[in-house]
Nanobody, 124 residues
Framework: QVQLVESGGGLVQAGASLRLACAAS????????MGWFRQAPGKEREFVAG????????LYADSVKDRFTISRDNAKYTVNLQMNSLKPEDTGVYYC?????????????????WGQGTQVTVSS
């Protein structure tokens, strides 16, 4: 079982940037897609971004496209999420997740290991 630990969340004003990091224990990290999800209070967990096992393919939710960038370093067992031009609607707990396969999934059922989450709060 791969363990995932997120960091980098915080409280920022609208328009600011944050960089989230996810550190993974080894396991199957380098042979699986990775993803970031978020969950706002009272809402379901939603897909934010995903990256294939080799990093060559990336997917983004429409709401974050052109603002967020996902990247991974398989040698360091890390995956990052660079978030620019943050908006109040980006507020939520952000989770890193390990995919079940090489291919990027966009639903929670496509992932089988989750971090504890890191809070991101964007004030207007």
């Amino acid at each position: 079982q791969v363990q995932l630990v997120e960091s980098g969340g915080g409280l920022v004003q609208a328009g600011a940037s944050l960089r989230l990091a996810c550190a993974a224990s080894r396991g199957t990290f380098s042979s699986a897609a990775m993803g970031w999800f978020r969950q706002a209070p009272g809402k379901e967990r939603e897909f934010v971004a995903g990256i294939s096992f080799g990093g060559g393919s990336r997917l983004y939710a429409d709401s974050v496209k052109d603002r967020f960038t996902i990247s991974r370093d398989n040698a360091k067992y890390t995956v990052n999420l660079q978030m620019n031009s943050l908006k109040p609607e980006d507020t939520g707990v952000y989770y890193c997740a390990l995919g079940k396969t090489l291919v990027i999934g966009t639903t929670t059922s496509d992932f089988n290991s989750w971090g504890q989450g890191t809070q991101v709060t964007v004030s207007s």
